[in-house]
Structure formats: C-alpha cells, structure tokens
C-alpha cells in the first residue's frame, strides 16, 4: 500500500484502480462520460460504462486520500469537466427492504444519496465511501443547477449539501430550491457545518430548520462517522417518510371510496372527509378541517343519549354501529348507518377516530318507492290515473296519498295550490317518525294495488293509527275472570275513580344498619351461610333457607357474594366496606313486612340476574358496566315497594302517584330513592370514585332496566327483543348453517347498543318474574307469597271504599292455581322462550313445563289451593 497505484482507464471510461502489491484490481470504480458534451455538466453513463462490472472497495483497505480522488475520476485527472458524478454500485449493494405499515407491505429500494459539494474534499470523500459502505447509490453534484436536474430526475432519499463555506453556493438556497419541488416532501436534506471550538458558543438549529433542512452535520470526514449518520437517517426520517408516501395510495382509495368517510382526532377535531363525505353532507372540506364536530349543526331525531352512549363505546377503544341522523348543511336530517372505528397510537392511547357513513338502506328503499311511485304519476294516462285515484279515494276515505293530491290539483286556484303544496312539504319534511314513514310507504303501495290488497292495508292502516301498538286486545278467554283481572291490572294503571282517601306513602327511610348482624367482609361470614352460598351458582338456589339463615336479611351476604364474584367493587373502584355499607342500607329500606315484595324477592332477582349473566350468549353481548348495571338495578328495582300495585296507589290518591303523575310510579321511586340513599352518605357512596361520565353511563343504564320491570309495557319490550334480536339473530345462524361457515353477523346484530339496552331490559325482566321457572317447591312458595300480598291489597281497597283492582283475588274465593295459570300464559311463556332462543337456558324452561303442569292438575281438581288435597291434609 505504501506504492503508488497505477491507473488505467479503459476507452469505456471505467477508470481502474490497482495497487503495486495487490494481485487484483480494487473495488473502486467511476464512471465518467466518453465525451465532453455535457447538459449543465450532468455527465451521462453510456452503454458500454453500464456493461463493466461495478467493483465495490473493501471497507478495511481504504485507499490513501490522493489516490481515492484519483479513482472517482476527478476532472483535474481525466482532463474531462464535469459537476455531477456517479458513485460506485458494490458487489454487495444493499437489496431491497420490506417495510410494514400497519396491514400493508412495502417494498423499499435501495437508498440514493445526492452529495452537493462544490469541490472534493476530506469530507465529501467521507461521505462517497460511507454511501459505498452502506451498499447506496450516490451522486455528486457541484453547482445548484446541476444539484437540481439530478434531483429532479433520481428523486434521492438523502441530500447531502455542504453548508460549511458560502464562498462557492449557498447552501440554505438550494435547500430552498429543492423544497420548492414536488419530490422533494419526502427526502431527507443533511446540513454539514464547520465544527466550533470547544469554548466557542454552538449555534441555533432553527435557521437551518426553516430553510428546509431536516438535520445538521458536524463536519466530521471520519468514513464511519459518516456511515453512522447515514444508516441513522436510513432507519428514522426515511423510512417514516417511506411509510408517509406509501399513504398516498390509502388517501387515493379513500377519495375514491363511495362511503363517506370522517377522520377526527382523540378530540373529535375533524382531520379529514371523502368527496363522498361532502356530497353526502353537502359541506366543502375547507369548511370543516379543523372544526370540531360539536361545532356542526346536529339533529333533533337521535335519542337524547345516543352521544353519550356512542362516546362510551368509542372512549373504551370499542367500535360503535347503529343508525345516526345527521344534519346536512341545507338542514336536513340524513338517516345513516354509522360505524366508528377508534385508531390507537402511541403509548396505546386513542388518536383517531375513523367514521364509516352510508345513507341508511330503509331511507334509500323509501326514496325509490316514492321516486317510481312519482314517475308512474307523470308517465301514466292522465285520465286513467285520474279516475282510479277518484274510485280509490272514495274507498279509502282519509287515507289519500298527500302526493297524489297535489299531482292531480296542479289546476286548482292559487290558494288551493299553496294548500296543497304546503301539505307536500310537510310529507316531505325530515321530522317524521319511524311509524309516519310506515304509513307513508303504505300509502304509496296502496295506490295502484288491487282492491282487496287496498282494503286489506287500510286495516293495517287502522292498527297502526291506535296508540297501543304492543298491546294485544285481550277479550274474555273462556270467560275467565282471573285472566281478564289479573292482566288487566298489570297492564294498566288501574285508575278507575278519584277517591277523597289519600294512602299515605311513608317518607321514613331507613338510613340506620347498625342493629343488623352483617359480616365485614366477605370472608367474615358464619359457616352455615358459607355453606348455602357455595351453591348461589346454581338456579337451583333456595333463597328460603338463606332468608331464614340470615333472619329475613340475605341481600347483603349474597349481594357480596355475587358482587365479588363479578368484580364491582373493581369497576366502582370502592372498598368492600363501602360495598357492604351500601347493600345494609338498601336492604334496611326493603320492608319485611311484605310477604312478597321485600329484600327476600331483591335477592332472588339478584340471583337471577347473576346467573342469565353467566351464559355465553349474554356475556358476549355486554361489556363490565353493563353486567354491573345489571347486578345494581336488580339489588335496587323493588327498594321501599309499600306491598301494594302502581293502580291500588293511583286510586287512593298517594303522594308518589302525584309525584309521578301516575305513570310508573313504583319504579321512578325504586330508582330515586336508592340515588338518594347512595349519594347521601360517603360511607356508602358506592359511585364516588368514578368519573362522570361512566356514572352518568351506569346510571342511566340503571334506570332504564327498573324502568323495564314495569308491567304495563311488558309486551312491549317482549316485541322488540322478538324482532330486534331473536328473529335477526336466527335468520343469521339459518344462513350461516346452510352455508358452512361460521356467522360474522350475529355478534354485530347483538353489539348494537340499542340492542345490547332490549337485552338488559328482558334480562331483569325474566330474573324479576322468574318464579314459574324455578324448582317446584320454590315456585309454590312465590305463587303463596304473592297471592297473600295480593289478599292483603283486596282487602284494604274494600275497607277504604277504593276500587278493587283484582277481585279474583279475595282470600275467600280466589284460586290460586287459576291464577297462575293464566300468569304463565299471558306474560310468561312467550317471554321465557324468547330469553331461552337467546341465552339458552333449558333449565328454565324444564322447570316452567313441570310447574305449569303442577297449577293445570290442581285446577282439574278444582283446588284452589297451592298443593293437592291429600298434601293439604298431610
């Protein structure tokens, strides 16, 4: 090495670098070109260059400084002028990189490096045999004309530009040039500077940074210093602005999509929408970048808790669908079907939302069928339209389709005409109600259909019209007066007179639990009760021997049971004494003195609600804050009930029916005054550690399934969990099987949240009505009890003059397996085989078969009584 090398260049212009004690040539190569023509001194590679193999230096023989020059073919050596050159492509040149960017795969070439230094030095030759090194493809430019054809052609990854003395060019302007290109968004430019003293003061980045450069070099002409701050850049800036230019082809396919398509930050600040965002939505994109949604106009349609129930699926990270109206910018209210899809960032927190918008299929159905209905109109035979449409009104009466009107009185007067045109926009106005809509979509497919199908939907029409939709019109089954009392009491509000004598609720509650003998903690509990517990898993669970345990107080061992079972004290973020606290005090405000309604019945529907929550098909369906909802609002639903209905309550006047204008009056105070317990005191406070909005949550979800209890909507609730979740979820699973595959749709159908509410809804429904369906023995105790409490209700509305609700039940006459039976068949069967389609509960309904054919042989027997004479008599 301490020989000079000799140098050969061959008539292709592939100049040879060779060692006197090397025995083969170096692996150093440079093309230049064959001529001296040149455009802006850009040299050009001829063919004969590109069919010589490229030798590639070996790292740890670097050649000397002179000699290294002298092989890149410096214009001072080859005689031949040039201001760009083409580094050396190794034997070992770098192969292309697989890059992944969430679900997609890329393919990164290998790196190109622009090196602009206007003459050769130390430092660029640092960085020419780094760039080798590396296995990258480099050029040199050495004026800013040249620096930007080969940018402009190459597109490199790195520029390099020599920033150190602005005697030859000045680096920040092209670095500014080559900002000012469209190729240039994803490049990464290096500033090399001179190196400072080490008492002189370092100075600011920023002027470099705001002429477009992205880092800054400390001249440094060390081959590996170089090296390292190329691969550096490599593995940072070029592969995120690789992965950035990759996002291109994503923004193409989503300007393209036909969804509309909303992208908002943690914050629901809008970050972008499709094309097919602003025509659906009639918004330009530069009037909502930027914005938050809650800056745009909303609906009045949406239910008044649909935001905050959307924003506590989406701020747990879950994905939200369902059907969302939406306010265009005319003012109109678009029907969509909505998905939101929350995008996790960095450190595992929420950064995007990403909304999914399509116009919702019925609106769409609805649009065609009034759209052909119109179209039918203006193509038909005047005559002949007008003629049917006189013969059809006149069968129809009222029921005249409102377009139909205005299309056949274009000739009427000018008022008539505004009459009728005002009419036409009311049909068209975006306030309707769901069952309008029905009508209307009726109304249109009774224009031109058969008589007998006309006549057929005006019946339709007439059902629809009534208020009382879910309702069925119960008539006097085989004449049986215990059917017809004991629906009709439940399913209205049983308000037959005024009555001057007022029954006073009492405003005592009962806020004192230290008298009760509880545990402290859940492992703080007597053997005996230990034991009955070890089995409160089962449905089989006798709720009487614990009752009698317990002295008449079983919600707060089981309810501690059961709530540590399911994590509540975790979610509530509360200690178990707070919990214990909270379920002495709700107990304390059941009343023992009722033979039915009393903290007995709270914890067996407690039980119940544990156990549905225990089924595959339901724990699917709910996340935590709705199994704890759950577990809250059947510890709570019958809290300070007085032992007597909503109707006895309303005919006497009280203060609560007055209170809640007598509807619902019961449940709305079950769930007030256990708020009120709850919140009035820390100590048993179990809401006090959670944020408001999972409180607001929870509570709303609490009211909603107490609310549900309430018989009078009872077919109801039955219908739409019928039509909403069984009948969509059975069609799912028929099309799945026939297929062979599994069924994707089914989970979407239950995840929905106004079907995850019907859920809860028929779940405390079932567990608060679920005596029919437990063992026999518990099943005849509960059918004893509630009679009795009915007994006690006839007895008191006949002393205080008040109506009798349910004169069946006169202790003197009444018969109990009559009234059972009908209570099995009116409200009971058909919603226990819903729940059982959906959670599959066999059990159950075994148990519903053999106490059902219990209560038909004892009224065979004309017994009245809750066992068979020869029982009675043992």
């Not at 090398?5 to 440079?30: F, K, M, W």
């Not at 007008?386 to 007067?413: G, L, V, W």
């Not at 929870?698 to 109801?716: N, P, S």
């Amino acid at each position: 090495m301490g020989c000079a090398p000799s140098i050969h260049v061959s008539q292709s212009g592939v100049i040879y670098c060779r060692d006197s004690d090397e025995s083969s040539s170096l692996n150093q190569t440079a093309t230049v070109s064959q001529g001296t023509a040149a455009l802006h001194g850009l040299f050009i590679k001829t063919d004969a260059a590109d069919s010589i193999p490229s030798v590639r230096a070996c790292p740890s023989r670097l050649p000397p400084a002179a000699p290294r020059r002298q092989h890149r073919g410096h214009p001072a050596r080859t005689g031949i002028r040039a201001e760009t050159q083409t580094g050396p492509a190794g034997l070992k040149q770098a192969s292309a990189t697989e890059v992944q960017i969430g679900p997609m795969r890329l393919t990164q070439d290998p790196i190109q490096v622009l090196l602009i230094f206007a003459k050769e030095d130390n430092q660029s030759d640092g960085f020419w045999w780094a760039c080798d090194r590396a296995g990258y493809s480099c050029n040199i430019a050495r004026t800013p004309e040249s620096a930007l054809e080969c940018f402009l052609d190459k597109h490199q990854e790195i520029i390099v530009i020599d920033h150190r003395n602005s005697r030859y060019f000045d680096g920040e302007n092209i670095c500014r040039s080559i900002r000012a290109t469209k190729p240039s968004e994803h490049t990464v430019i290096l500033a090399v500077v001179p190196c400072i003293s080490a008492d002189e003061e370092e100075t600011s980045v920023l002027p470099l940074l705001n002429a477009g450069f992205d880092r800054q070099f400390m001249e440094n002409s060390s081959i590996t210093a170089c090296y390292n701050e190329l691969v550096q850049i490599e593995h940072g800036e070029v592969r995120s602005q690789f992965k950035l230019r990759a996002c291109n082809a994503v923004f193409t396919a989503l300007d393209h999509c036909q969804e509309a398509i909303e992208i908002t930050s943690e914050d629901h600040v809008i970050q972008y929408v499709n094309p097919a965002y602003e025509q659906m939505m009639g918004y330009q994109k530069v009037e909502l970048i930027g914005k938050e949604l809650t800056e745009l106009p909303k609906s009045d349609k949406n239910c008044a808790d649909l935001l905050d129930t959307i924003n506590t699926f989406i701020k747990k990270g879950k994905e939200w669908q369902g059907v969302y109206y939406a306010r265009s910018k005319s003012g109109d209210s678009i029907r969509q079907h909505v998905k939101i899809t929350p995008v996790m960032g960095q450190g595992g927190k929420i950064r995007h939302f990403v909304s999914l918008k399509r116009l919702h299929n019925t609106n769409e159905s609805n649009k065609q069928l009034y759209q052909s209905h119109c179209d039918e109109k203006n193509t038909g035979d005047n005559s002949q339209s007008e003629s049917h449409s006189f013969k059809y009104k006149n069968r129809r009466k009222d029921s005249t389709y409102i377009k139909s009107i205005t299309s056949q009185c274009s000739d009427a007067p000018s008022v008539q005409s505004r009459r009728y045109s005002s009419m036409a926009r009311i049909h068209s106005m975006t306030i309707e109600a769901p069952i309008t809509k029905v009508i209307n979509i009726i109304n249109a497919a009774q224009e031109n259909s058969p008589i007998t199908v006309a006549e057929a939907l005006d019946r339709v029409l007439e059902i629809l019209r009534t208020t009382e939709l879910y309702s069925p019109q119960l008539g006097t089954k085989d004449g049986d007066p215990h059917t017809s009392d004991l629906v009709g009491a439940l399913m209205t509000d049983g308000l037959r007179r005024l009555s001057g004598n007022e029954y006073v609720f009492s405003k005592n509650t009962n806020l004192s639990h230290s008298h009760l003998s509880v545990p402290n903690t859940v492992n703080d509990v007597p053997p005996c009760i230990v034991q009955l517990l070890d089995n409160e898993e089962s449905w089989d669970f006798n709720i009487f021997e614990l009752e009698a345990v317990t002295n008449k107080r079983p919600l707060v061992y089981l309810g501690l049971k059961v709530f540590a079972r399911f994590g509540v004290s975790e979610f509530l973020n509360c200690s178990e004494g707070t919990l214990r606290a909270w379920l002495q005090v709700i107990e304390a405000n059941y009343h023992s003195s009722n033979s039915y309604h009393n903290s007995t019945h709270a914890a067996d529907v407690l039980h119940a609600t544990a156990f549905f929550l225990g089924s595959e098909r339901v724990k699917e369906s709910l996340d935590h804050l709705d199994e704890v909802a759950a577990l809250i609002a059947a510890t709570i639903h019958d809290i300070d009930h007085p032992g007597r209905t909503n109707s006895f309550l309303c005919n006497a006047g009280s203060e609560l029916a007055v209170l809640y204008n007598d509807t619902a009056v019961l449940e709305s105070h079950h769930t007030a005054l256990a708020f009120q317990l709850t919140i009035k005191d820390s100590k048993y406070n179990i809401f006090k550690n959670i944020d408001r909005n999972h409180y607001r949550t929870l509570r709303q979800a609490i009211i909603d399934m107490v609310l549900a209890t309430e018989m009078t909507k009872h077919f109801e609730h039955v219908n739409k969990f019928v039509n909403s979740i069984n009948k969509p979820v059975a069609s799912e699973e028929t099309s799945s099987h026939s297929e062979g595959s599994d069924c994707e749709c089914t989970a979407n159908i239950k995840n929905f949240p106004d079907n995850q509410t019907l859920i809860k809804r028929m779940m405390i429904k079932c567990a608060d009505v679920a005596n029919p369906c437990r063992p026999l023995e518990l099943c005849i105790e509960w059918a004893g009890r509630i009679s009795e409490e009915y007994f006690a209700q006839t007895d008191e509305e006949k002393r205080q003059g008040l109506p009798v609700v349910m004169p069946v039940f006169d202790r003197n006459t009444c018969s109990i397996p009559k009234s059972q039976i009908s209570f099995i068949d009116y409200f009971i069967t058909d919603m226990f085989d819903a729940w059982d389609a959906f959670a599959h509960l066999p059990v159950l309904m075994q148990h519903l078969a053999n106490n059902y054919k219990h209560w038909k042989t004892l009224d065979e027997l004309k017994c009245k009584s809750l066992r068979p004479p020869s029982e009675n008599n043992n």
